[in-house]
């Protein structure tokens, strides 16, 4: 079966990334858009994900520009009293439904579940092996990016038969405790499960936590969607810069100034990722003692792992909790604007949502692919320090170049997934302006800076 399907653009991957361009794309033209995706509906990896999962930042900051994710609200309660509401999987996957909806409901997008995208502008159904075929239709990978999670992705290392491996998805199920468990992991997936454990009632001394790498997070409560809160941190970031001569001094700095955040201050962190993290949930990790640093395994056994230098004896009934997926993905930069794809990547430092956002409203606005890449060049997920330093030189660059046009700035400081936005009516003070004057003073020599340290 065959049918033809007339769309202007086909939206490969109806992800975060996704759903971001769709919006502001269908929102400032008048398009018609087929949304494809090998899952059964929109959210991305959010519908494969372990339960406890939350974002990692400010709902406000996820999602799409027309439509905020949440209420908008401090938290009331809890150790993040004070701060900006976090959705959980399930409130995102709704969120993420309703806004499908709606897009349908437009007659601008239609949606194809459970479909891959098998090049030349044809659709295939996994369902029903119908084909699509869509003729002329501009191509939008919205793949480039997509992350690998435990839930989709084997254990990368072996395991014997009667060892117990589980997902980190598994744990919200178990139905008989082990006398130990071990998590395998150094990125948020792991500090989550840790956190998860503990808020269980698990001993700390219960807990072996294999981690290859040591982590530098970003302090949660200065990634804000409040302007003197964000530009402050955003200044600081750039004065430290300035006169930091590696990247660990740079690193250091940050810590000092109470913007990054190490779980154990005597071992210096390789891997910067940058997640946020609350100093609650630092305070946590902290008394997980029993951590294992001899870098990824290579094999499980009833009763111990191996390593490349040797093994390491665990109970006889541990439960090992795999949360070693590689996460982000770091392929090359690419012109966003290819005559064979836009493919959606960061448009500035981090905030993938705005990015994507950013990167529809220019698709809906201008004509040119030329200066369409001019005017949003990507930057990259970091990975290592060095990586950091430059997703901050690239990503500034861009947010510089786009918000140099006033029709782009305009609109990008009425949508809440811009970080570094100051809302019309947004009420002057003097740590405001403090942060704007610093901004405006230490940038181009912090970004010359941070360009060596990369």
């Known amino acids: 079966m065959s049918r033809t399907v007339d769309v202007d653009y086909l939206v490969v991957g109806a992800g975060a990334m996704g759903m971001a361009f769709t919006d ?3 929102e400032h033209a008048d398009v018609r858009v087929a949304l494809v995706d090998r899952r059964h ?3 991305g990896h959010w519908l494969e994900a372990y339960p406890f999962v939350r974002l990692h930042q400010a709902s406000a900051f996820y999602g799409v520009a027309s439509t905020l994710l949440g209420g908008g609200q401090l938290q009331q309660r809890g150790p993040e009293k004070g701060l900006q509401e976090r959705a959980t999987q399930a409130e995102i996957c709704a969120y993420y439904a309703r806004i499908l909806e709606r ?5 601008k997008v239609e949606f194809f579940p459970n ?3 098998v090049g030349d502008g044809t659709v295939v159904s996994h369902i029903s092996g119908e084909r699509f075929e869509m003729p002329g239709a501009r191509i939008v990978d919205a793949r480039y990016l997509a992350p690998s999670i435990p839930a989709e992705k084997p254990p990368p290392f072996g395991v014997a038969e009667g060892a117990r491996v589980l997902p980190v998805n598994a744990l919200a199920r178990l139905e008989e405790s082990p006398s130990q468990y071990v998590v395998v992991g150094s990125g948020k997936t792991a500090t989550d499960a840790c956190i998860w454990l503990l808020s269980r009632g698990v001993d700390p001394d219960a807990i072996c936590w294999v981690r290859p790498r040591d982590p530098w997070m970003l302090n949660r409560a200065l990634i804000q969607p ?3 809160i964000f530009l402050g941190m955003a200044a600081d970031t750039m004065q430290i810069a300035e006169r930091s001569t590696s990247p660990e001094e740079l690193f250091l700095g940050l810590e000092d100034a109470g913007i990054m955040l190490r779980i154990d201050r005597t071992v210096m962190p390789t891997m910067a990722k940058a997640p946020t993290l609350a100093t609650w949930e630092l305070e946590q990790l902290r008394t997980l003692e029993n951590v294992v640093r001899r870098g990824h395994i290579h094999h499980v056994d009833r009763g111990s792992l191996t390593f490349a230098d040797g093994s390491l004896a665990v109970a006889d009934d541990a439960l090992v909790v795999h949360c070693a997926a590689d996460g982000l993905k770091y392929p090359p930069l690419l012109p966003v604007w290819r005559p064979e794809a836009i493919t959606l990547q960061p448009i500035r430092a981090g905030f993938p949502c705005f990015g994507a956002a950013v990167t529809g409203y220019v698709e809906a606005t201008r004509d040119a692919d030329t200066e369409k890449n001019r005017l949003c060049p990507p930057s990259p997920f970091p990975d290592t320090m060095a990586t950091w330093a430059m997703m901050n030189v690239l990503g500034t660059q861009s947010a510089m170049s786009f918000s ?3 029709d782009i700035k305009a609109w990008s400081d009425g949508v809440a ?6 809302p019309p009516g947004y009420p002057a003070s003097a740590a405001l302006d403090d ?3 610093r901004l405006a003073k230490h940038t181009k020599p912090a970004l010359a800076q941070l360009a060596q340290l990369s």
């Open 435 to 437: 942060a704007r004057e």
């Open 226 to 228: 409040d302007p003197a």
């Open 115 to 117: 479909s891959e995208y």
């Open 404 to 406: 140099s046009e006033p």
């Open 41 to 43: 509906g929109v959210s």
């Open 417 to 422: 997934l811009n970080p570094a936005r100051v």
């Open 24 to 26: 502001a794309l269908i």
């Open 103 to 107: 897009m349908v409901e437009s007659g």
